[in-house]
């Protein structure tokens, strides 16, 4: 396995120094530093925020730790100039694994002016990429090469196609992370909080909370409607008779993003063969990605087929065409049906519509689509649809011109039930797609 992640990370570093260094042909730079980050400080406070690094330092470097800086030049290898502290605070971070060690020159630095003057050389125009752009000047780095907004839509654009490296590290993120969900729903079965069930996903996975790719969200009955819920009721009436989870864990840096709901005893039967509709029409759309399509046409299908479901129940009195045309779908799924994965939970260049940077917006109907793409082979994307009871977007269809079309006293009879969302990671291939959540979560 050693051998394998070593020949396929050396392969991955390869593809990066053959594309950055045509994007800094094509913008005028002869270097590149790519900045890990530096801590961030609460106001008023002397304690840090849990650190993470900057997603295009991330895209090279498995390496943990704030103050690192990864040079580019054309025909060198890359070499990582790494910050390690003498310390007696915190412990330090750890070394760079072999396998990174193996591709890339390393390069260890005690102090933060070890790490400007390894870098600090007269090689012609460098750019800067990185959050800290307080640290640039250090580095000798021009103000107008700080992040310049031309070489970095041709690296964002780059991280559109992910690497055998990229894929596999996505893969084995899925693994912690579906131990996490099946502890989360037997907690839940055995009528626990939503604190509980966030406890027992982090010990199952084997994770702390600031290791996670995101929030996890795990919300119980008409909370599994809020779509970001990030709240963890610790005290409950009764058992939960819905559960929302939505979750990922960190390999490497990349993060799975997965999202299950699940039923317990007592809720509605309705609402019941609602999830059930809903996991039949994600796995379709999961399978359907193929090199050529627009995601948005992935997405319109996304609500014909939710609109059809919601036809079948009662609640809409038309078909899934005919809802969609009035736009009686988009109160019951509001945001897009998915996004980017890798580095970056939603990754990079997604509205993106060249190499160049040119944006490529949602249409109105659709603001939260956060995909404009036409899909390519390399792209990992998540499959998210949704269908939720949310009151707020219901007081405004109930008011709006296809207020007739809806079933209100189902509607009610189902918004304490809250929302569904099913969400897996795929990976497209030439003829199809690859499903990287599936073989660990069925």
């Known amino acids: 396995m050693k051998s394998a992640l070593a020949d396929l990370y050396r392969a991955h570093v390869a593809e990066r120094q053959r594309t950055t260094e045509r994007a ?20 008023a406070d002397d304690n840090d925020a849990p650190f993470h690094p900057t997603p295009h330092f991330a895209h090279w470097a498995p390496v943990e730790g704030p103050g690192h800086v990864l040079e580019v030049r054309p025909g060198k290898k890359p070499r990582l100039v790494r910050y390690q502290p003498r310390d007696y605070w915190y412990a330090p971070p750890q070394p760079a694994p072999d396998f990174v060690a193996a591709a890339i020159e390393i390069v260890e630095t005690e102090t933060p002016e070890a790490v400007q003057g390894a870098v600090r050389a007269n090689v012609g125009r460098t750019a800067f990429v990185g ?27 780059e991280r559109s196609y992910k690497s055998a490296y990229e894929v596999e590290t996505l893969a084995e993120a899925t693994v912690p992370a579906a131990r996490g969900f099946r502890a989360a729903e037997e907690a839940f079965r055995d009528g626990a909080t939503e604190m509980e069930a966030h406890h027992a996903f982090l010990a199952a996975a084997g994770v702390m909370e600031e290791w996670l790719p995101y929030p996890t969200i795990i919300g119980f009955d008409e909370r599994s ?8 009721r610790g005290t ?42 809903m996991e039949a029409l994600q796995k379709d759309l999961a399978a359907a990605p193929r090199p050529g399509m627009k995601y948005l046409d992935l997405h319109v299908r996304a609500h014909v087929l939710i609109g059809d479901l919601l036809h079948r129940a009662g609640v809409l009195k038309v078909p899934g065409d005919a809802a969609v045309a009035k736009g009686l779908t988009r109160p019951f799924f509001p945001h897009g049906l998915g996004h980017f994965l890798g580095i970056q939970v939603h990754d990079v260049a997604g509205r993106q519509a060249d190499r160049e940077g040119t944006l490529a917006p949602p249409p109105p109907q659709y603001p939260s689509l956060r995909t404009t793409r036409t899909i390519e082979e390399g792209m ?11 009151p ?13 079309l809806v079933d209100w006293a189902l509607v009610d ?6 929302g569904i969302r099913v969400e897996d990671d795929v990976v497209v291939e030439a003829n199809g797609v690859r499903n990287l959540t599936r073989p660990e979560l069925p």
Request: aromatic share 12%; hydrophobic share 45%; proline share 5%.
């Open 24 to 43: 800094l042909s094509e913008t005028g730079f002869d270097r590149l530093l790519l900045h890990s980050g530096v801590p961030f400080t609460y106001f």
């Open 380 to 390: 990992v994307f998540t499959i998210e649809p949704g269908l939720y009871f949310i």
């Open 236 to 277: 409950w009436a009764a058992p939960g008779k819905t559960m929302l989870v939505d979750a990922g864990v960190s390999v490497r840096g990349y993060g799975s993003d997965v999202t299950r709901t699940f039923t317990g005893e007592g809720c509605d039967p309705l609402f019941v063969d609602l999830v059930a509709g």
């Open 131 to 157: 959050g800290a752009t307080e640290e640039a000047a250090a580095f000798g780095v021009a103000a107008d090469a700080v992040n310049p907004k031309a070489l970095v839509a041709r690296l964002d654009w």
């Open 392 to 404: 707020m977007l219901l007081e405004e269809l109930r008011a709006a011109a296809g207020r007739d």
């Open 225 to 232: 409607a809020t779509l970001h819920y990030h709240g963890k």
């Open 413 to 418: 009879r189902l918004t304490p039930c809250g």
